[in-house]
């Protein structure tokens, strides 16, 4: 371990771990070593660079509360959310894909009856969101419970309002016994992602926008299923070919259809993966078009 240079000190760091315990946590610390110390070479890393990453990660901390993450954020923009989210759910063909959580769920929304108006004085265009959850054999699932969660009409989430005591544009339902959901909300807006910390500078500084497009939040549970959490986005949509973070699936994109009454109808059928099954291949829209 003396006089240790360029050529040996990846080696000597990554038998560091030889006695790691946990055999993954070993594989993945040497992996880290090994792809860090590759990626500091190939830019050649300078001392000043390398001080301004540790600078840019300690304003990350320092921004980071129970609130506000911006290390997922930093994740999500990097497109390594995205990523882990694609190499975990692997779906059969039919299924509904997933997409990024995001940071404005919440755990304990309020429950509705089915057709109930969740925005709870969100302010945004009317729109009613209906459909049938199904599995993959194509029977219905009933009882399935829907957590659903949305910007209001200036791209902000109930919890963004520091003065907002109750949520608005987010609940909880149940499929009927033929699967089916509905409810009525606001049409979704795009948005910008948080960018007023050290991850908004960075896209700045690289030249990107920090803007989502509009889209509604689903995380679909049932006995039996993989835990859906997806997105459902407006084709018509801003930045629907440039996502801050990566999420867009051509399967989730839908046409939310104009009524005459000058309210919107999205009507978009859920197919969940069983935790038995297998099998993968391409996902297929599950949008139906209504104008
Ligand atoms: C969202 O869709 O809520 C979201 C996802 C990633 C980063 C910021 C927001
Ligand atoms: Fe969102």
Same mark, same amino acid.
């Given at each position: 371990?003396?006089?240790?240079?360029?050529?040996?000190?990846?080696?000597?760091?990554?038998?560091?771990?030889?006695?790691?315990?946990?055999?993954?946590?070993?594989?993945?610390?040497?992996?880290?070593?090994? #792809?860090?110390?590759?990626?500091?070479?190939?830019?050649?890393?300078?001392?000043?660079?390398?001080?301004?990453?540790?600078?840019?990660?300690?304003?990350?901390?320092?921004?980071?509360?129970?609130?506000?993450?911006?290390?997922?954020?930093?994740?999500?923009?990097?497109?390594?959310?995205?990523?882990?989210?694609?190499?975990?759910?692997?779906?059969?063909?039919?299924?509904?894909?997933?997409?990024?959580?995001?940071?404005?769920?919440?755990?304990?929304?309020?429950?509705?009856?089915?057709?109930?108006?969740?925005?709870?004085?969100?302010?945004g265009t009317s729109c009613l969101v209906r459909g049938v959850?199904?599995?993959?054999?194509?029977?219905? @699932?009933?009882?399935?419970?829907?957590?659903?969660?949305?910007?209001?009409?200036?791209?902000?989430? $109930?919890?963004?309002?520091?003065?907002?005591? #109750?949520?608005?544009?987010?609940?909880?339902?149940?499929?009927?016994?033929?699967?089916?959901?509905?409810?009525?909300?606001?049409?979704?807006?795009?948005?910008?992602?948080?960018?007023?910390?050290?991850?908004?500078?960075?896209?700045?500084?690289?030249?990107?926008?920090?803007?989502?497009?509009? #889209?509604? #939040?689903?995380?679909?549970?049932?006995?039996?299923?993989?835990?859906?959490?997806?997105?459902?986005?407006?084709? $018509?949509?801003?930045?629907? $070919?440039?996502?801050? @973070?990566?999420?867009?699936?051509?399967?989730?994109?839908?046409?939310?259809?104009?009524?005459?009454?000058?309210?919107?109808?999205?009507?978009?059928?859920?197919?969940?993966?069983?935790?038995?099954?297998?099998?993968?291949?391409?996902?297929?829209?599950?949008?139906?078009?209504?104008?």
């Amino acid at each position: 371990m003396r006089n240790l240079n360029q050529e040996n000190i990846t080696e000597a760091v990554i038998r560091s771990f030889d006695g790691a315990p946990n055999a993954r946590l070993k594989d993945i610390l040497s992996n880290l070593v090994s #792809h860090l110390h590759a990626f500091a070479r190939e830019v050649q890393l300078t001392e000043e660079e390398w001080t301004q990453g540790i600078e840019f990660l300690t304003r990350c901390g320092h921004i980071t509360d129970e609130k506000r993450q911006e290390f997922i954020l930093l994740s999500d923009v990097l497109g390594l959310s995205m990523l882990t989210v694609a190499m975990n759910n692997e779906k059969s063909a039919g299924c509904t894909e997933s997409t990024v959580f995001g940071p404005f769920h919440v755990s304990d929304a309020p429950h509705y009856e089915l057709g109930a108006d969740i925005s709870n004085g969100a302010r945004g265009t009317s729109c009613l969101v209906r459909g049938v959850i199904r599995g993959l054999d194509g029977k219905p @699932v009933p009882e399935a419970e829907i957590d659903v969660w949305q910007s209001d009409e200036d791209g902000l989430y $109930d919890v963004q309002y520091a003065d907002l005591d #109750h949520a608005q544009a987010r609940g909880i339902l149940k499929s009927d016994v033929e699967g089916r959901y509905s409810f009525r909300s606001v049409l979704p807006v795009p948005y910008a992602i948080p960018n007023d910390g050290p991850v908004g500078q960075m896209l700045d500084q690289a030249g990107r926008h920090p803007w989502r497009p509009a #889209h509604l #939040h689903f995380m679909i549970t049932a006995p039996g299923y993989q835990t859906l959490i997806t997105h459902v986005f407006r084709e $018509d949509s801003d930045y629907i $070919d440039s996502d801050a @973070v990566f999420g867009v699936r051509q399967s989730l994109i839908c046409q939310w259809g104009l009524q005459n009454d000058g309210s919107y109808l999205l009507e978009y059928d859920f197919v969940l993966q069983s935790v038995a099954s297998d099998g993968l291949a391409t996902p297929v829209s599950q949008c139906e078009t209504t104008t």
